[in-house]
């Protein structure tokens, strides 16, 4: 919403000595924010009256003319113009050069500058409306005609701000901030704001006077809920006049285009003081008579664009006897324009409920300046000052009007809301004390009423808060931070008392599981979205059927939210390979699926969500990219703190290589895999030329050490002997179970490599293991070494059939 | 006799001088100290000599021996101060060997400097689920049943359950306050706490704007206790993030969970307050809402308002670290693309 500080003037006198923006700062501190602080009178720099002294063809062009203008120098000034409507003695608006002007209405100002026009020239601009910020005053300027100041009291020289009344500040208030502010939606709300904020007195809206024996206009309500409130008034002796320069350029620069002076009084009545109303032509209402209703099913109203719209009985519509002629509180209907031959009208000020205006304002995608005044819930009390207000604009623009029948409708008054609040209460969550007489003041600036005793206020809500907005002691609260300035209030330390420290073991232990990913084994961390892209869901062959889906999806195909993390990677993983040939990357993010799931209360059942984890290593050599990945999961309990998962092949994921895949579990319970991608997989997401090791993890079955579980040993006195074997065995023997057969004879193996080529026969493979052999007693002499070597050497050919390679 | 003895001296320091390596200098050692070097020779041929002679011929050998042997000991300690255990040339402008990558996301990075921080102030870190319903996203919030924000155009509903309400309407949470009630729900108060997570929305998307973001919030409730005691929680935030005291101010906001509520706003760092294009024009920049919370929402959590009280501060991740690193595209925190991620360390 724009604000005029002109039109606030009218209402406050503003402290001397203040600027526009510390006027706009502190508001923006203290009641809404403002956007932007716009000097109107700014962008008319260089903008003069000129008077034409001469008008002379152009040798080289039959549409330009060349005219001599007084603007108020020494000497007057050529100035090339094609304006068709110029004339020897006309008054006009020139730019001069350094002014900034809009190019035939359109675009972003450009400055003007002294120049030749088919060489004669030109030291300035004679403007149309639309170039200088005038086009709302000249609705039907032809494209080629210039401003023709007749009839402005005016002199060469002039600015031409001063004759439009452009001189004022413009505060651009963001609506969103006044979304909770009824009563702020006009500027006597904003001005009431401000008398607090700088304790100046706020002054009066005037009565109108209305004659006590008035016939009354016939207004029926038939849905008094809806319809709280309903002045009628009919005058005659209206025509389609202009509105005077004042009010047509306060509607200009608020950003309102004048139109009729009726159109303009209703426009500017709902900006001064946020009140909607409404000019009928009284010959459009049949049979003298309104009728406020709810809409019959199906029932068709015509709007002003010639678009019909299908009503309900949810919606309110204002009738005549006949049938509906607009949508209460949102937009009139093609009936009831104002029109040239207009002699009479019926004014309507109404006040209707919140909830009809927003449930049936929904049906358009544009809200009207009513219908957003509407829905925030106004008091019924400013739809008196609303018809005071306009009575007395219609009175001095239409000396000669008369009003005919006057009626107010008033079934549902606003109540004001009571409030009791303690002093102790503003003092501890103030924390501080605020003297009795500064909080009256600013209570009473506001427009609250209120009284003092026993340490209590007893504090009652002017209407214009009572529609929701002030309710509670809080809220008063609330007012008196705001407009003391939450930043005048110093910050209170915090203080802590220890019970215990924080220590959340399930915590920690997510971030220790990324910080070793990340930084002990090279992972990137990604995020990626909960909805997935359906190929990619089904590539990993994931069940669609146990997956949550959104009613409103961003895009059709991401209807589905994730159940697993896998097709995401994949997604991450195919668009990474077009810069990267080997990376590493996880994501940790929740899952979800169809179940019983109560966090917070039983009432409430959520699906099963679970925290996952998932990682890829992408890599040419698959065997390889397969053991790191294996090796990260081995070494994460280890390094993580936590109990102990285990590695063996149960069942096959349905995006695992049919050979390389182990789940991972703990106390039997299956709670992750690890394996290589298959082809299938790698085929259909376009994961070319590489391979991916692959795991997925459900995180939420980890559980944490409480601290740390080292275990210490003590040094062996000697030190171990140590000694590499290479043997030979067949295909199907796995490390396992050499690694078992000899475990009690050695104090510790390891394995070292793996081979097969050139020198190992078919179906065999060679394997280098590392035995460390502990020295009982005193050293080992080497006969002693040899004998433990064979006999490790025995069991390895008795259970595994491995022996030792001739080198 | 004598001036043999110098001119082997003379010789011999002159030998030593020339040595350039250690194998040399062993070869020059035998040479003039071993059994067949000249000096020996020399003293073996004394016996011919008076008694006075042997005496100070003999010093004058010893002496010499010993001038050898000091001088060959610094010629090597010269030759091992000046040798390389590189048998050829290095260039040292070769990158040096890579560490393993890998790094945090940076909205983790960020998110686990603040629990840092938060954690010394004695604050939980806790975590609401993603999937929520709509009582605890708006009905307990205190957000009206008609607000905008209920709708389908602005939070996305689960399939199914879309046209129902209150905990049978399930939703992507549209924000953290909903587990801030399910917090003390299930812990009572006092309390203090804070919920990092992810928020979703219905939104078009643009370099601005994201359907899946990432907030911070924090939240203390207890007895006595002021809306002004959120300023310290700010400045926490802020000097953790940017690593000094930032200028902030604090102006009037409105949220249906917080009564009063306010925006807290930071001075521009891109110019200094003066007033740039990041900012507006107006040397400010909008960080973080927060608020004293409603009456309502303690309600909510079986919380008697008239004995607890508490404020929210709220802070966008995304908007923090895009202003942090100056990243200009809000999209690329879900990018996953690894040119973006690798710039984190």
Redesign the interface.
């Known amino acids: 919403m724009k604000v005029s500080l002109n039109l606030i003037r009218k209402y406050i006198d503003l402290p001397e000595g203040l600027t526009d923006e510390q006027i706009a700062y502190d508001m923006?501190?203290?009641?809404?924010?403002v956007?932007e602080v716009e000097n109107i009178k700014q962008k008319f720099h260089d903008i003069v009256v000129g008077k034409i002294l001469e008008v002379k063809e152009h040798p080289n062009a039959d549409r330009l003319r060349i005219c001599n203008v007084d603007i108020g120098e020494a000497e007057p000034v050529q100035i090339v113009c094609g304006g068709s409507n110029l004339y020897e003695g006309e008054y006009v608006v020139v730019s001069k050069p350094g002014a900034e002007v809009v190019w035939h209405g359109q675009g972003e100002p450009v400055k003007v500058s002294k120049t030749k026009m088919r060489g004669e020239v030109s030291c300035g601009m004679i403007c149309a409306a639309s170039e200088v910020y005038l086009g709302d005053f000249y609705p039907d300027e032809n494209e080629t005609e210039i401003i023709d100041l007749k009839g402005f009291e005016c002199k060469p020289g002039d600015n031409v701000a001063d004759l439009f009344g452009m001189t004022d500040t413009v505060l651009e208030i963001d609506n969103k901030?006044l979304?909770?502010?009824p009563d702020l939606w006009g500027h006597y709300g904003i001005a009431r704001e401000l008398s607090a904020i700088y304790d100046v007195p706020l002054k009066e809206l005037q009565e109108f006077n209305i004659e006590r024996d008035l016939p009354k206009y016939n207004v029926e309500i038939k849905d008094t809920e809806k319809c709280n409130r309903y002045i009628a008034v009919e005058i005659d002796g209206i025509d389609n006049r202009k509105s005077p320069m004042w009010m047509q350029s306060l509607l200009s620069k608020i950003g309102q285009r004048p139109i009729n002076a009726i159109v303009d009084i209703t426009n500017y009545v709902m900006f001064a003081v946020g009140q909607p109303l409404h000019a009928f032509d009284k010959t459009h209402v049949s049979g003298e008579k309104i009728i406020v209703r709810n809409a019959e099913n199906g029932e068709e109203l015509l709007l002003l664009d010639n678009n019909t719209i299908k009503l309900t009985t949810d919606d309110l519509v204002i009738c005549d006897e006949r049938d509906a002629m607009g949508l209460a509180g949102i937009r009139g209907g093609k009936k009831d324009s104002i029109l040239p031959d207009t002699k009479g009208i019926v004014l309507e000020v109404a006040n209707f409920s919140a909830?009809t205006i927003?449930?049936t304002g929904k049906r358009f995608a544009e809200k009207t300046d009513a219908a957003i005044r509407y829905e925030k819930g106004l008091d019924t009390q400013r739809v008196k000052e609303g018809a005071d207000l306009a009575l007395r604009l219609i009175k001095e623009i239409f000396p000669e009007s008369r009003i005919i029948k006057y009626t107010d409708v008033y079934p549902n008054e606003t109540k004001k809301n009571k409030i009791k609040v303690s002093e102790e209460f503003l003092d501890?969550?103030?924390?501080?004390k605020i003297p009795q007489e500064k909080i009256k003041q600013i209570l009473t600036s506001l427009g609250y009423e209120l009284s003092y005793k026993n340490g209590e206020y007893d504090i009652t809500v002017p209407t214009w808060r009572s529609t929701?907005d002030v309710t509670?002691k809080?809220?008063v609260?609330?007012?008196i931070?705001?407009i003391l300035?939450?930043?005048s209030?110093?910050?209170?330390?915090?203080t802590?008392t220890?019970e215990h420290s924080?220590k959340?073991n399930d915590?920690l232990l997510e971030?220790r599981i990324?910080?070793y990913?990340?930084?002990?084994?090279?992972?990137?961390?990604?995020?990626?979205?909960?909805w997935i892209e359906e190929k990619y869901i089904k590539s990993a062959g994931i069940d669609m059927e146990k997956s949550?889906?959104?009613?409103?999806?961003?895009a059709p195909d991401l209807?589905y939210?994730r159940s697993s993390l896998i097709p995401?990677m994949l997604?991450?993983i195919s668009?990474?390979l077009r810069?990267?040939d080997e990376?590493?990357?996880f994501?940790y993010?929740?899952v979800?699926k169809k179940g019983d799931?109560r966090?917070?209360?039983n009432?409430?059942?959520?699906?099963i969500?679970n925290n996952y984890l998932t990682g890829c290593i992408v890599g040419k050599n698959a065997k390889e990219i397969f053991y790191e990945a294996k090796g990260v999961i081995e070494n994460m309990a280890r390094y993580c703190h936590m109990e102990e998962i285990k590695l063996e092949k149960i069942e096959k994921p349905s995006w695992a290589d049919i050979n390389a895949y182990l789940n991972i579990t703990k106390n039997d319970e299956t709670i992750g895999t690890v394996g290589l991608l298959s082809v299938k997989v790698m085929t259909e997401t376009k994961i070319k030329r590489t391979n991916v090791a692959i795991f997925e993890i459900n995180c939420d079955k980890f559980v944490p050490y409480a601290s740390r579980t080292n275990e210490y040993e003590k040094l062996p006195g000697l030190p171990l002997v140590e000694k590499d074997l290479s043997i030979l065995a067949n295909e199907e023997i796995t490390w396992k179970q050499i690694e078992e057969s000899i475990k009690s004879k050695v104090k510790e193996v390891e394995f070292v490599d793996e081979y097969r080529g050139n020198q190992i026969p078919e179906g065999k493979k060679s394997i280098t293991l590392k035995v460390k052999i502990l020295n009982e007693g005193t050293t080992m002499t080497s006969e002693q070494i040899n004998e433990r070597i064979n006999s490790i050497l025995k069991v390895l050919d008795k259970k595994c059939g491995a022996k030792l390679r001739e080198e | 006799m004598k001036e043999k003895l110098e001119q082997i001296k003379a010789k011999g320091l002159e030998q030593i001088k020339n040595v350039k390596t250690i194998a040399e200098l062993e070869e020059v050692r035998k040479e003039l100290t071993g059994k067949k070097s000249e000096l020996s020779e020399v003293l073996k041929s004394m016996k011919d000599l008076s008694p006075e002679e042997k005496k100070s011929t003999g010093m004058l050998a010893t002496e010499i021996k010993k001038s050898f042997e000091n001088t060959l000991q610094l010629k090597e300690e010269e030759i091992i101060d000046s040798m390389s255990v590189l048998d050829e040339p290095i260039d040292l402008t070769l990158p040096g060997k890579k560490v393993a990558g890998g790094a945090l996301h940076p909205i983790t990075q960020m998110k686990y400097d603040l629990n840092d921080a938060f954690l010394s102030l004695g604050f939980e870190v806790y975590s609401e689920d993603d999937i929520s319903s709509e009582k605890y996203a708006f009905d307990n919030l205190n957000f009206a049943k008609n607000h905008p924000a209920r709708q389908s155009m602005d939070t996305y509903w689960i399939e199914g359950t879309e046209e129902k309400e209150g905990t049978d309407r399930l939703c992507l949470r549209p924000h953290l306050t909903g587990g801030s009630v399910r917090y003390l729900l299930k812990h009572g108060a006092p309390a203090r706490f804070v919920y990092p997570g992810e928020v979703y929305r219905n939104e078009t998307t643009d370099a601005r704007h994201e359907r899946a973001f990432f907030q911070y919030e924090a939240l203390i409730v207890d007895k006595n206790i002021s809306f002004s005691s959120g300023i310290v929680m700010i400045q926490t935030i802020l000097e953790k993030v940017f690593g000094r005291k930032i200028k902030t101010r604090m102006r009037e906001g409105f949220f249906p969970f917080t009564e009063p509520g306010y925006e807290i706003d930071m001075e521009c760092l891109v110019c200094g307050g003066k007033g740039c294009k990041v900012c507006n024009h107006n040397g400010w920049i909008e960080v973080m809402p927060g608020g004293v919370i409603h009456p309502n929402v303690l309600k909510s959590a079986n919380l008697d308002p008239e004995v607890w009280t508490g404020f929210y501060i709220n802070i966008g991740l995304d908007r923090l670290v895009m202003m942090r690193y100056g990243v200009d595209d809000v999209r690329l925190f879900h990018s996953g693309d690894l040119r973006f991620l690798k710039q984190f360390k």
């Open positions: 923006t501190l203290r009641t809404v924010e956007d901030s979304s909770n502010r909830d927003r449930q501890t969550r103030l924390g501080k929701g509670i809080d809220d609260m609330g007012d931070a705001r300035s939450f930043d209030f110093e910050a209170k330390p915090i802590i220890f924080v959340q915590v971030r990324k910080e990913l990340a930084e002990r084994c090279g992972f990137y961390e990604i995020f990626t979205y909960p949550i889906k959104l009613a409103t999806p961003p209807a939210l995401a997604e991450a668009k990474n810069y990267y990376f590493k990357l994501d993010e929740e979800y799931y966090p917070s209360s009432d409430e059942i959520l699906p969500q």
